[in-house]
């Protein structure tokens, strides 16, 4: 059975005691930052460390906007205890699809970092583009187990790290239902050729003859000179799948095909279980924060209003067994008035998205159980509280 722990993020206090002289108001004992002390000791999550590792502290900074990012509070919780570990720790995040903002290349994603709270000041700890100032350092590693993907392009500061703590903030999103642990690996870790594997089913974009007027846009972006705007073709050989041409067209000439929400899991597992195997899954722990679960990505430049009120954090070195035990305690819990989840019925985090992307977290779980179903089996195990 794998083993989840999880501190809850209420703070209860009887003043009653607090008037007797039994307690102190003011109980830094309460505060998350420091249950998260606690956590990781329990958890013994951090413990893979030794001295003199290198470890990679893999999050979301968010776009320009984006207001629920785990706090940097908590960032600079776990590199101190990292440090306290012997452990060289870096904060890394990778670039999006595309070329055109500031979250598809490494600079401009430390940029939304810093705008963001995130700053080796603040987390003390350097923040290191995941995948190369542009996106495009990555190592391709050979994925014969996958399902749909054979092989996953995995960033270069992942490959060059000792171990790897997974920092995920659990949320909805549009494309893979719920946002936590496998997301973070899966998609996060990934260079961009990888991302554009798991979004569409194309082997590369595709210029539409007929609606190209060669009016050479596309070709002054594309950073691989892998467009042949005399014939209108994308050149295999030569493009990196970075998505940019795509953005660039003012004609929307050039097609992807969106992979279904159904594909989108399993190649976002199929992604997150070719990292685990390129580091050895012995070298990751996993934190999820279960808290401002808002119903869309950290991608966006917004947050709505959370669906379920906040629940806490959970640590495991199972990334199978931290995502379904975060996905449980989320659809146990009660909705929040005026919020996306009050408009629909059923599991909080499989229906928000069921009438427009279909996209569904149980997709992943089917998955899981078709590979072992040991990977679903948890022992949820609560810190006490205080
Ligand atoms: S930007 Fe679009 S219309 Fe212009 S050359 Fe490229 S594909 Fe054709
Ligand atoms: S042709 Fe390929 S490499 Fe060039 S911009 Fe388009 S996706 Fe990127």
């Known amino acids: 059975m794998n083993n989840v722990y999880f501190v809850n993020s209420r703070a209860i206090i009887n003043v009653k005691d607090v008037n007797a002289g039994k307690i102190s108001f003011f109980n830094s004992e309460l505060s998350l930052v420091n249950k998260l002390s606690m956590l990781i000791k329990k958890s013994k999550v951090l413990d893979i460390i030794e001295k003199g590792d290198i470890v990679a502290i893999k999050m979301h900074w968010g776009d320009h906007g984006t207001m629920k990012t785990i706090r940097s509070i908590y960032v600079r919780k776990l590199a101190l205890e990292i440090e306290s570990r012997g452990g060289i720790p870096f904060i890394t995040e990778s670039s999006g699809l595309g070329l055109f903002y500031d979250r598809t290349f490494g600079l ?35 994925n014969e187990e996958g399902v749909q993907l054979k092989e996953v392009y995995v960033g270069k500061a992942i490959m060059d790290a000792d171990k790897i703590i997974s920092l995920a903030h659990v949320k909805g999103h549009p494309r893979a239902g719920m946002g936590a642990a496998i997301k973070n690996i899966g998609v996060g870790c990934v260079g ?3 991302k554009f594997n798991l979004h569409f089913y194309n082997e590369i974009p595709e210029i539409i003859a ?18 042949d705007i005399n014939n209108k073709i994308i050149i295999n050989d030569l493009c990196s799948r970075c998505y940019g041409c795509i953005g660039a067209c003012p004609n ?3 097609k992807v095909e ?38 869309i990505c950290d991608c966006v430049p917004y947050n ?7 629940i806490g954090i959970l640590a495991s070195k199972n990334i199978y067994a931290i995502d379904v035990a975060s996905f449980d305690l989320i659809n146990k819990a009660p ?50 509280r205080l």
């Open 335 to 384: 909705r929040l008035p005026d919020s996306v989840a009050t408009q629909k019925s059923g599991d909080v985090l499989s229906q928000i998205f069921s009438d427009s992307t279909g996209a569904d977290f149980r997709y992943i779980i089917d998955q899981l159980k078709k590979d072992n179903p040991e990977n679903l089996k948890y022992n949820l195990i609560e810190i006490e």
């Open 252 to 254: 929307k000439a050039i």
């Open 210 to 227: 007929n609606e190209c007027n060669q009016c050479g846009k596309c070709t002054q972006i594309c950073p691989e000179n892998a467009i």
């Open 258 to 295: 969106w992979c279904n929400a159904k594909d989108t899991n399993i190649r976002i597992l199929d992604c997150a279980n070719a990292v685990l195997r390129a580091k050895g899954p012995e070298n990751f722990g996993f934190i999820n924060f279960l808290i401002d679960i808002s119903p």
């Open 192 to 194: 961009k050729r990888s």
């Open 304 to 310: 709505d209003h959370n669906v379920v009120q906040d």
């Open 108 to 142: 401009g994603r430390l940029k939304i970092a810093r705008e963001n709270g995130y700053t080796w000041e603040t987390c003390c700890a350097p923040l290191i583009p995941l995948d190369g100032i542009k996106g495009k350092d990555y190592v391709k590693v050979k």
